[in-house]
């Protein structure tokens, strides 16, 4: 069982930088890989990045450039950092976690609103 608190989300202007975090709480072999997802007002919720433990990220193809996802270990959290927002960034940001992703992650977050707005 894997717990997850999200923060840092916020207003942020369409150019400006974010960094959400997510701290986990639970069983290490569930949060071996974990990730952030996002859903936008009348859309499902898509896939942004995940990392493993050891590291390893992977990006959907619309989220390379401007997203970044990190991991400390030690502290059991994971980052995604926005840079150069856009409006259409605004949505609300899930962390997730599991042993792996090849299906819907167990675990997820109760989501973090990211609103892009000048």
């Known amino acids: 069982q894997v717990t997850l608190v999200e923060s840092g989300g916020g207003l942020v202007r369409p150019g400006g930088y974010l960094r959400l975090s997510c701290v986990a709480s639970g069983s290490d072999p569930d949060m071996r890989v974990m990730g952030w997802y996002r859903q936008t007002p009348g859309n499902q919720r898509e896939l942004i990045a995940t990392?493993?433990?050891?590291?390893?990220?992977r990006y959907s193809d619309s989220f390379i450039n401007r997203f970044t996802i990190s991991r400390d270990n030690a502290r059991k959290t994971v980052y995604l950092h926005i840079e150069r927002a856009k409006l259409e960034d605004t949505a609300v940001y899930y962390c997730?976690?599991?042993?792996?992703?090849?299906?819907?992650?167990?675990?997820w977050g109760q989501g973090t609103q990211v609103t892009v707005s000048s």
């Open positions: 997730i976690a599991d042993r792996n992703v090849e299906t819907t992650p167990r675990y």
């Open positions: 990392i493993t433990s050891g590291y390893t990220p």
